[in-house]
């Protein structure tokens, strides 16, 4: 730190009369007080470095050595420290070649009275001071935009991307962005929606800023994350941007939503059994009551009426049956399973089917994955009837079945990929509502049982589909603690 009371000069000439002359200006200077302390060699200079000088005078001539090199030494032990460059005459190259290795500034001799003295020392402080504090600050950036978790780059005003730091290229991907490639490449690319382009283009177009831009974009292996964007002005020609990904807290608000609508559904289940139940007990006991009371003319004459009554009761009462039982937490046998040897044993159940359409299954199993602790008995159910949906949406001869294990964290994920006719955007919301289905046949209640038995084992299920591509399953269970 520099004191505010007393400023340190080290004052390095081989001229004792050229120190004797720089210590007189300085003591006709009253606004600054001045400690000068005087080297008369590049050696005996380097011995001083490290003393609490607040500036450097350096003579160019120093014997047989020049000042140049003691600018070197003064500038390999303190990077910011203020040098002031002494000189017989002005040289051009000298004085650029001193200024290159760091000086502050360079004053000739016998050219500069008190007043220029003290005014060139003061400049050369708090320029030092100035140039010290900003690059501390470049440290700082720099540490925040190496570490950061988050995606963060910086482009130029056309959109150009210049620097990316690694948590961008660990999520959009190497190719996202190289910067010894010859190719440009523009951060609008990554952005999947016209609407959002359109904004960026504005922000050019009207030098704003962005912030919190909900958008689709694209990163690495071609898939797509909802993100929030913020980009702000670094300068005239350069923006930051900062990317946050939403996909983790979308996620979670889908499972806390189907969990709510899980839970509400099975509320209104329960209502409606008791309250269609006692009704078709009565209807029931009346039928019967009907059967035994009348006479065998006028049940001749009504034909089978009251066995029609009878068969949708036991209907009526059947799909209420399957609606409580396919919306309520269930009781779990739970032991340890390998969720590939699951996945593999759901397969088998449905093999028949497979080889009957033709479909190409790739597995994707994480080899060490580990065991889960859960009812193996009605996870396959879950895994067979999603494999089951994923048959029947996939067409014949050309179509691919993907089953994925990895774990991530404390979970076990399980993905289920086909590449079938794909689910409209306005059946997604509704998958798991019971008695929904788009089939000509079908109670609507399979996806209702699979999101039961998932979550009853405390994970979760979410769907991902495109119209035409296909649709993707993804299952996660918590690992054992």
Do not use: W
Request: proline letters at 2%; hydrophobic letters at 40%.
């Amino acid at each position: 730190m520099i004191s505010t009371e007393t400023i340190r000069i080290l004052y390095v000439d081989d001229d004792p009369d050229d120190f004797f002359l720089v210590s007189t200006l300085l003591k006709r200077i009253t606004e600054t007080t001045y400690e000068l302390e005087g080297a008369t060699s590049l050696e005996e200079a380097i011995t001083k470095l490290n003393q609490n000088f607040d500036v450097f005078l350096v003579d160019y001539r120093l014997g047989k050595d020049t000042g140049l090199e003691l600018i070197r030494e003064i500038k390999s032990i303190r990077k910011h420290a203020p040098v002031i460059m002494l000189t017989g005459m002005s040289t051009g190259d000298i004085d650029r070649e001193a200024l290159t290795l760091g000086a502050s500034d360079y004053l000739v001799k016998g050219e500069f009275d008190a007043y220029i003295l003290d005014r060139t020392l003061r400049y050369a402080i708090r320029d030092a001071q100035l140039i010290e504090s900003l690059a501390s600050a470049a440290v700082k950036f720099r540490s925040i935009f190496e570490l950061a978790s988050d995606p963060f780059l910086l482009m130029d005003d056309e959109g150009e991307i210049i620097e990316a730091n690694p948590a961008f290229l660990k999520k959009f991907g190497m190719k996202a962005y190289d910067p010894d490639s010859i190719e440009s490449f523009f951060f609008k690319d990554l952005l999947i929606e016209e609407s959002s382009r359109q904004e960026l283009d504005d922000l050019f177009f009207k030098d704003q800023e962005i912030y919190d831009m909900e958008a689709l974009m694209t990163v690495d292996h071609g898939h797509t994350i909802n993100s929030l964007v913020s980009i702000v002005k670094q300068d005239v020609s350069i923006f930051q941007v900062l990317i946050k990904d939403l996909s983790a807290i979308k996620a979670k608000e889908e499972e806390e939503l189907n969990l709510k609508k899980f839970s509400s559904t099975g509320r209104i289940a329960r209502l409606l059994a008791h309250e269609v139940k006692n009704p078709l007990t009565t209807i029931l006991l009346s039928a019967d009551q009907l059967h035994m009371e009348l006479p065998e003319s006028v049940l001749a004459e009504s034909g089978d009426l009251i066995d029609v009554i009878r068969r949708n009761c036991d209907r009526i009462n059947h799909l209420v049956t399957q609606l409580l039982d396919s919306t309520r937490f269930t009781e779990l046998d739970a032991k340890s399973h390998s969720i590939n040897t699951l996945l593999d044993e759901a397969l088998e159940h449905v093999k028949d089917r497979i080889d009957f359409k033709g479909i190409n299954i790739q597995k994707q199993y994480q080899t060490d994955i580990c065991d889960v602790k859960v009812d193996g008995e009605k996870v396959k159910i879950a895994l067979v009837n999603l494999i089951v949906n994923a048959i029947e949406a996939i067409p014949e001869k050309t179509g691919k079945l993907l089953l994925k294990t990895s774990i991530k964290g404390n979970q076990c994920r399980i993905e289920i990929k086909d590449n079938g006719e794909g689910i409209p955007k306005e059946n997604l919301e509704r998958l798991f509502e019971p008695f929904f289905t788009s089939k000509a046949t079908g109670s609507g209640l399979g996806l209702t049982n699979t999101q039961n038995i998932i979550l009853s084992h405390g994970g979760s299920i979410r769907v991902k589909s495109d119209v035409g591509k296909g649709t993707s399953f993804l299952i996660t269970f918590n690992l054992p603690g």
